[in-house]
């Protein structure tokens, strides 16, 4: 059976990583910065040296494609480049170059595949630098959406436009030219489930909701040693009770995860009671009816809680994502992969938001997990062994030349 | 009975208040900015229009003096004129330019001092750009520490040292030349005690004891849609409940205020669980004895709640000032001038740091307050009524006169 070369897969993603690497061993490599380009100029001159064609469309996403006997039906595979401010090295680019070495191997062998190929590395997946996250992989289901994204800035007012200029990964292809018959991307759990159940893969059936709230709250400024407590207006006082309030509901509501990430007090003074609150709720659930349930839960706190009265709250949401369901014809060319390897399998739901959740509201797609140590991401020693990733990559590898039999 | 005049300290007032005045009607004129330069500019021109000897010492605290029968004998009078980033039009700049208007209307009476009048103005008593607050006046009793208070830096790395200079007030005389025989500051309450209770002068028989603490609180970051309740090390859940029972205690502990102004969260990202909380706490008592309880009680909290539980603590004390105990003769000349005056008056303590209360712990002090609409300072819409000003200047100039005396 035709496998994947495990050295150099492992080579490429050590030298990614030196885009952005932190002397910790992590990464930070915010999208479409400095360190971006390093690493998508790494990409493009890897894609080349295979001999695929290089397209950029207009958002920065990147493809390299592989002609197949039939130019104009495509199979998609990938991930991203970018990294949250204290990244590790797995999170993105492992789908990427999983996808390239996928690539290497079928060119290698001679292997001619009915389908065109398509190595894919999406923009702002992690959606640290613009809102929303997975923008890229938007923009392709949601080309119509494209002046939208392209007009998002970040915290220095630089748009999503820009930046793409500055580095030069501003493209002609217009998003959503690409059409997927089918999307698969190769990814680390980011979670401890298939460690602790000792499992080489997982076969994602779903990805659960995702909810970004931005809350405001605003009371009244006031000098923190003659003011008495009851004639407070302290905005951070309330948001702290909150916070507790929402880690109750993480344990009375079946699947429910909340998370307080960032904050911001006005006007940040050591001796003065904070005017103004901004902080975010990061809110997930695989049920969409349990995550409705816990955002009326929150509401309903904040509106009776003492500690809220007298404060105005003003909520954006940033993101919203429903559950997704992954496409059956992907899955099981998954699944059928692992048993011909003789990995174990198991069907799970992913935690996190990726790019193939958001190409499966229009595409047939799905994805493949392979165990994080510690179920560690989104941090510095984030880490999965050469030797699971090199089944991950394998079990990518054939469920692509399952699918391109269909 | 020698009086001042009102219109002259009202048009002063609000012509000081233009130096980062706010479009709120609100001041943000940190210390040793290019705003408090041009406060310092035209306090320094009205102190010469006036015939005052003026004088700069090596941390920028200026002396506008009157010269008595006995030169070297002084009697001290003043305040700041530093503010907060949200602050109002009074606190501080009331007490130096009711200080000024008592050594003008001294002057047009053509009065006689025994002693020097000394209008004085103390560099960051706000202490929010630079650590520790009322800083000035701790360089005029500790003149041994001036090299530590000079190179204290701002959050931009700019030291006391160079910002004096880079607004050319970084003066020759020494820190502590001055030795008061007495020293009496006009403030607002910046409380709603005396506005409640209908009276028109506080004599403020002491401080209460304020404690600031930095927390510095490291868990580990991960992924906010993967990461189990139960697996998290999460920084913020964990303060968040700290400021919880902070409330708690300020209910429990008589006289006790916890204030939270300033937090940062690292990453500061949406979607990663903070590994870093830098967080400030305000703790203010009446009693060092409560206070103790409290900051016993907050480390028993850290020590025993679940949520620091594999979360590693440190704490860093940046001010540590005990309650003060005023001069007697002081506060008996500030309740006879009350009295002379015919204006209703009562003891009381201060719950905020000022200077008189570090000049206290090496020469006689006291205080005079007057009300504060609604209680509120450290607000753009702090406010006292030009009527309750022109009592507190009075009494200010009755007192002076009566410590001449002595």
């Not at 035709?2 to 492992?10: E, H, P, T």
């Not at 930070?28 to 493009?44: P, S």
């Not at 109750?248 to 960032?262: A, R």
Request: glycine share 8%; proline share 3%.
């Amino acid at each position: 059976m035709v496998k994947i070369k495990s050295q150099r897969l492992q080579s490429r993603l050590m030298e990614m990583a030196r885009f952005g690497g932190l002397s910790s061993g992590g990464v930070k490599r915010l999208t479409l910065t400095e360190e971006d380009k390093g690493a998508r100029n790494l990409l493009r001159k890897w894609m080349n040296d295979l001999g695929l064609e290089v397209h950029v469309d207009e958002i920065g996403n990147m493809f390299g494609i592989l002609s197949g006997k039939n130019k104009d039906r495509f199979i998609g595979t990938g991930s991203h480049l970018d990294s949250v401010p204290t990244g590790g090295k797995y999170d993105g680019p492992l789908g990427v170059l999983a996808a390239l070495e996928v690539a290497e191997t079928i060119v290698e062998h001679k292997i001619q595949l009915n389908h065109s190929l398509v190595v894919a590395n999406y923009t702002n997946e992690e959606g640290v630098r613009f809102f929303p996250d997975m923008m890229g992989s938007l923009a392709h289901v949601n080309p119509n959406k494209i002046s939208e994204y392209l007009s998002a800035k970040d915290e220095k007012g630089i748009t999503v436009k820009e930046a793409a200029a500055d580095i030069g990964y501003n493209g002609k292809m217009k998003c959503g030219a690409i059409r997927y018959n089918a999307f698969v991307e190769l990814h680390i759990e980011q979670g401890p489930i298939l460690e602790q159940k000792g499992i080489d893969i997982g076969v994602v059936k779903g990805v659960q909701a995702i909810l970004w709230i931005k809350l405001t709250i605003e009371g009244k400024s006031g000098h923190a040693g003659t003011t008495p407590i009851a004639a407070r207006k302290d905005t951070f006082y309330a948001f702290s009770r909150l916070s507790n309030y929402a880690r109750q509901l993480c344990s009375e509501i079946p699947g429910q995860l909340i998370t307080i990430g960032s904050i911001e007090l006005s006007p940040n003074a050591i001796n003065v009671i904070p005017e103004k609150v901004i902080a975010t709720l990061d809110i997930r659930n695989p049920s969409d009816e349990h995550l409705a349930d816990a955002i009326q839960k929150v509401h309903e706190f904040i509106a009776k809680d003492d500690s809220f009265q007298n404060l105005k709250v003003s909520e954006e949401v940033l993101v919203d994502v429903p559950a997704v369901r992954f496409d059956q014809r992907v899955t099981s060319s998954i699944s059928r992969s692992c048993q011909s390897l003789g990995y174990s399998e198991m069907d799970m739901f992913s935690g996190a938001g990726h790019d193939a959740q958001i190409l499966a509201t229009r595409y047939p797609a799905a994805m493949v997990f392979i165990p994080s140590k510690d179920g560690i991401s989104h941090a510095v020693d984030e880490y999965s062994s050469p030797e699971l990733i090199e089944k991950g990559a394998n079990v990518l590898l054939q469920a692509i030349l399952h699918l391109d039999q269909d």
